[in-house]
């Protein structure tokens, strides 16, 4: 149960000053439609404040905040043959949620609708729209600046600064997160003082504390930190789920498994036991002994902290997926890219959810400057593999990392992929491709100079590189560079 103290939460509300829009002071009048409007109305203006609830106060004065009891009762609350509750939650949309508290403090009745909005869209009763000004209520169409503010609101809404969790003490807060990890990862020392670990929480912006004394947390909080994702239904579906396959196709799959720890808790671990999953082979150099697997570990790491950040919140029942075949790696994440995919190497990053971008790369788990996708391609050409290839679809974006593969066994399309890729490392190194450098990223012999002559020709066809002099007519002089330089 909610750790709530309806004590404080009284004596919070009721010393907040007269004015506030996000809180409504009533004594006795409970006019069942009067209370539908205002739970729009304070449902909007709560948004509009920035505040996680707004509240409806039933035993308390409006003008000095008195408190004086209350003989409203929601037991014997109906409106026609319906239980008020049922017929205010079905004439409020979108739906909401709404606790009801009745509660005896000093002797009187009171009662608390405690009023959490929504990100969606402005809440409606009885499909019109209201919100507070000033201690009064209006409808949103008369209001322009205040709808077209909470409209805003509503677009620029993130999901990790929503609520996962509510109602909870501090002790509780604590408990469902990892704390460990998170003092490891910052490599900061741990404090054992439940009011420094709240204090930081609070700073990071992963819970938030409630006008009743108690704490929510935040998504945020909850997908990089749970201890178990299943205990936060927001997020318990954005674990990242491993499937590996028999063979090249998705028929038989040998295991199957979706983590249940928030990403930094169990970022290390997953990335640990998909290379065990993997090829690898062991290379000793004098005294030492060391295991190289089959796919860079910096470069698959690099892709699969870019699905965990760039995903898609919004689309609903769907998660960061590796699949792991014979011949190749493919990740996943719901969402289509925020650029087009051949400038992922030469544009600055853009985050889809900034706030989870920027705590994984305080917590070193992906490159920090933006120049992870430059450095992954980089690993994988100098590991002599098949250059990365990257789709999307009208929900998702896929990227397939490949085992090795001689030249005459890749497709048109992955030698294109593998010529655009290494034409934008050449540029952003300084330098520029020609036959030679494309030869030997593919392991073509200079006697078959021709057949790098035709992936070049092809991709140039494609439209994804060009000549880097025009007006340059002799082939054995070409240089080439990516489409946008």
């Excluded at 799959?253 to 169990?266: H, K, M, P, Q, T």
């Excluded at 190289?292 to 995903?311: C, D, G, M, S, T």
């Excluded at 036959?435 to 078959?448: D, F, V």
Aim: proline share 5%; glycine share 6%.
């Amino acid at each position: 149960m909610p750790a709530i103290d309806l004590d404080e939460m009284l004596i919070r509300l009721s010393g907040l000053p007269a004015e506030t829009e996000w809180v409504e002071f009533k004594v006795n009048n409970a006019d069942p439609r009067k209370i539908g409007e205002y739970c729009s109305a304070l449902a909007n203006s709560a948004l509009l404040a920035d505040k996680n609830s707004g509240y409806l106060v039933f035993g308390v004065e409006n003008e000095g905040h008195n408190l004086m009891g209350t003989n409203v009762t929601l037991q014997n609350l109906k409106q026609g043959n319906e239980d008020f509750q049922n017929w205010l939650h079905n004439r409020l949309e979108p739906q909401i949620h709404i606790e009801f508290f009745e509660h005896e403090f000093d002797s009187k009745n009171f009662l608390i609708l405690k009023i959490n909005p929504t990100y969606l869209s402005p809440v409606s009763f009885n499909k019109e729209a209201y919100i507070r000004v000033g201690s009064s209520v209006r409808n949103l169409n008369s209001e322009q600046q205040k709808a077209q503010a909470l409209w805003q609101k509503c677009s620029a809404a993130t999901f990790e600064q929503s609520i996962a969790r509510q109602g909870l003490s501090a002790e509780e807060t604590i408990s469902l997160l990892d704390i460990e990890s998170y003092y490891r990862q910052l490599d900061i020392p741990y404090e054992k003082d439940e009011a420094l670990v709240i204090d930081r929480l609070l700073e990071e912006k992963m819970i938030q504390q409630e006008i009743d004394g108690t704490y929510s947390i935040k998504n945020l909080g909850a997908i990089l930190l749970a201890k178990k994702l299943s205990e936060f239904p927001s997020v318990a579906r954005r674990s990242v789920r491993i499937i590996k396959y028999e063979g090249k196709g998705r028929i038989h799959a040998n295991d199957d498994r979706e983590g249940n720890l928030g990403y930094v808790s169990g970022f290390a671990g997953m990335l640990a036991y998909i290379n065990r999953s993997l090829p690898s082979r062991e290379v000793i150099e004098g005294a030492t002994r060391e295991i190289v697997y089959q796919y860079p570990v910096v470069a698959l790491r690099e892709f699969i902290a870019n699905a965990i950040i760039h995903q898609d919140f919004s689309v609903k029942g769907s998660g960061p997926l590796v699949e792991i075949f014979s011949d190749r790696v493919e990740i996943s994440n719901p969402g289509k890219p925020l650029m087009d995919v051949m400038r992922l190497m030469d544009n600055p990053p853009i985050s889809r959810n900034e706030s989870l971008a920027r705590f994984m790369r305080r917590c070193n788990l992906c490159e920090e400057r933006g120049s992870g996708i430059d450095r992954a391609v980089f690993l994988i050409e100098k590991a002599e593999l098949p250059a990365p290839s990257f789709h999307v679809t009208d929900t998702h974006m896929r990227v397939t990392l490949w085992g090795p593969k001689a030249f005459a066994d890749l497709t048109i399309e992955e030698r294109q992929w593998a010529c655009y890729w290494h034409c934008c490392l050449c540029h952003l190194e300084g330098n520029i491709m020609t036959n030679g450098s494309i030869r030997e990223r593919l392991g073509i012999s200079k006697r078959n100079y021709p057949q790098a002559s035709q992936v070049i020709s092809d991709t140039k066809a494609r439209g994804w590189i060009k000549d880097f002099d025009p007006d340059n007519k002799a082939p054995r002089y070409a240089k080439y560079v990516p489409f946008w330089a």
